[in-house]
């Protein structure tokens, strides 16, 4: 049996917090090797919006940039700030 690819599988919230902080603003402009879904996209940046990790225009808040320091997922780098 095939399995899905773990970009499928997982939370995109970390990927696209790191993706931010690199300076890269359109995350489904990028050449995955195997895309996520936009749905996927769309639910890690809601989720860094209401982290306050990016601002409503999807743009990395310098609360985003001090949680990118963190090997943890946003969630837990959030608590800890």
């Given at each position: 049996a095939t399995q899905l690819p773990e970009i499928h599988r997982t939370n995109l919230a970390t990927a696209l917090l790191s993706i931010?902080?690199?300076?890269?603003?359109?995350?489904?402009?990028?050449?995955?090797?195997?895309?996520p879904s936009p749905r996927a996209i769309a639910h890690a940046a809601t989720q860094l919006y209401l982290l306050e990790a990016v601002d409503a225009d999807g743009n990395l808040t310098s609360l985003g940039a001090s949680m990118s320091r963190f090997p943890l997922d946003p969630r837990l780098s959030r608590t800890l700030l």
């Open positions: 931010k902080a690199m300076g890269i603003s359109q995350a489904l402009s990028l050449d995955w090797v195997d895309p």
